[in-house]
């Protein structure tokens, strides 16, 4: 993420909330009044976002002062303070749904992201997020589950070949699709890793045979089947499970020996975290 991309998406989201002034603020409170207001958390988890916040009440006022007291990845409990922001009440008021929409929506990504990591502590695979964001929020999201103690998978289309069932099929099967996106990367000078999905076993075997990939993602395998995949594979390339992999299920795929686990549940399923911004 970049200050270029974050500073672009803040300012959006205030021209959204703002439109042609917070009327609201304007009709019953001086512009010169100063106050403070400090943000309140209601539910026990992770927290993130306090950084995005501190942003935002910068780009809307410059001189708002924030004392900090929980920082991002803290354990957080209900009735905590997170930070207190002083200065004009106007620049509090307009930041507020702004700070809570985004550090509910990332402390509830990085708390459940955490619920998941906490399953594989003894085993040697990593949690990892996926495409599946909020269109617009991705790099917030994504930054989340980092924060959870998750990793990223691809940030985009732009940053690895992934080659799932679709690819395989329209370019004609396996041998071809590995081939060409080869082919493709040498041709084109770029160093980005090739992940292939594999549907069943003979798909493990297939690949295996004509190598050039990086890393082998088992799509919907059960236990057993994921077992002999990785003792196939036996250590040639990255192995990733993936397919409506749960928190109870999480576990028992880990303890098959993969690498990586990818779960779109960290963020197209979450629960916001509850919080508020009550003025002192």
Same mark, same amino acid.
């Given at each position: 993420?970049?200050?270029?991309?974050?500073?672009?998406?803040?300012?959006?989201?205030?021209?959204? &909330? @703002?439109?042609? *002034? #917070?009327?609201?603020?304007?009709?019953?409170?001086?512009?010169?009044? %100063?106050?403070? $207001?400090?943000? !309140?958390?209601?539910?026990?988890?992770?927290?993130?976002?306090?950084?995005?916040?501190?942003?935002?009440?910068?780009?809307?006022?410059?001189?708002?002062?924030?004392?900090?007291?929980?920082?991002?990845?803290? &354990? @957080?409990?209900? *009735? #905590?303070?997170?930070?207190?922001?002083?200065?004009?009440?106007?620049? %509090?008021?307009? $930041?507020?749904? !702004?700070?809570?929409?985004?550090?509910?929506?990332?402390?509830?990504?990085?708390?459940?992201?955490?619920?998941?990591?906490?399953?594989?502590?003894?085993?040697?695979?990593?949690?990892?997020?996926?495409?599946?964001?909020?269109?617009?929020?991705?790099?917030?999201?994504?930054?989340?589950?980092?924060?959870?103690?998750?990793?990223?998978?691809?940030?985009?289309?732009?940053?690895?070949?992934?080659?799932?069932?679709?690819?395989?099929?329209?370019?004609?099967?396996?041998?071809?699709?590995?081939?060409?996106?080869?082919?493709?990367?040498?041709?084109?000078?770029?160093?980005?890793?090739?992940?292939?999905?594999?549907?069943?076993?003979?798909?493990?075997?297939?690949?295996?045979?004509?190598?050039?990939?990086?890393?082998?993602?088992?799509?919907?395998?059960?236990?057993?089947?994921?077992?002999?995949?990785?003792?196939?594979?036996?250590?040639?390339?990255?192995?990733?499970?993936?397919?409506?992999?749960?928190?109870?299920?999480?576990?028992?795929?880990?303890?098959?020996?993969?690498?990586?686990?990818?779960?779109?549940?960290?963020?197209?399923?979450?629960?916001?975290?509850?919080?508020?911004?009550?003025?002192?």
């Amino acid at each position: 993420m970049t200050d270029q991309i974050l500073d672009a998406f803040i300012k959006n989201a205030i021209n959204e &909330d @703002i439109g042609d *002034g #917070d009327h609201s603020s304007l009709s019953c409170i001086p512009a010169s009044a %100063i106050g403070k $207001a400090q943000l !309140l958390v209601k539910q026990d988890g992770v927290l993130a976002g306090i950084e995005i916040a501190k942003k935002i009440f910068t780009v809307i006022d410059p001189e708002l002062r924030i004392e900090q007291f929980l920082f991002d990845g803290n &354990d @957080i409990h209900r *009735g #905590d303070r997170a930070f207190i922001v002083e200065g004009k009440i106007h620049s %509090i008021l307009q $930041a507020e749904r !702004l700070v809570l929409n985004i550090m509910q929506r990332m402390s509830g990504i990085a708390t459940t992201t955490k619920t998941y990591v906490d399953k594989l502590i003894g085993t040697k695979a990593r949690v990892l997020d996926t495409r599946k964001t909020t269109p617009g929020l991705r790099f917030l999201e994504k930054l989340a589950v980092k924060i959870g103690g998750g990793e990223n998978h691809r940030m985009g289309l732009y940053d690895m070949i992934m080659l799932k069932d679709n690819h395989i099929d329209f370019a004609g099967g396996i041998e071809p699709a590995i081939r060409k996106a080869r082919e493709y990367l040498k041709k084109n000078d770029k160093d980005i890793k090739i992940e292939i999905e594999a549907r069943n076993l003979n798909e493990v075997k297939e690949i295996l045979k004509v190598g050039g990939v990086d890393r082998i993602m088992l799509d919907n395998f059960n236990y057993d089947d994921t077992r002999e995949a990785v003792n196939l594979i036996d250590e040639k390339y990255e192995i990733e499970s993936s397919g409506g992999i749960t928190l109870e299920t999480i576990r028992n795929y880990a303890i098959c020996g993969v690498d990586f686990i990818s779960v779109g549940a960290l963020t197209h399923q979450i629960k916001s975290l509850d919080m508020s911004l009550k003025a002192i």
